[in-house]
């Protein structure tokens, strides 16, 4: 049985998640990723079983695994052209 992480290692996590979501360059999805990120703690903060809480932790870090490499191979596809969000006005 995997042991319960500490709150500075599940406040890692949040954080490398959230730099991950950085990491693409498509406006849609780097939006979603924080998103999802942000919603998935929230979801999990009222957690006060061990083990449910260790398998949250583990399930975030499985996503974040999948999420740098999908910003790798997403970057070696992304669009040239940028969003509407992204356009800055004058």
Known sequence: MASTPSKSQILSLFRSLLRTARDFSDYNIREYTKRRTIDGFR????????????????????????????????????????????????
Do not use: C, F, T, W
């Not at 083990?51 to 974040?64: H, K, N, R, T, V």
């Open 43 to 90: 979801q999990n903060r009222n957690l006060l079983d061990p083990s449910s809480i260790a398998a949250a932790y583990s399930d975030g870090e499985s996503q974040l695994q999948i999420s740098r490499r999908q910003a790798v191979v997403y970057s070696l596809y992304a669009p040239k052209l940028k969003s509407v969000m992204e356009i800055k006005h004058a």
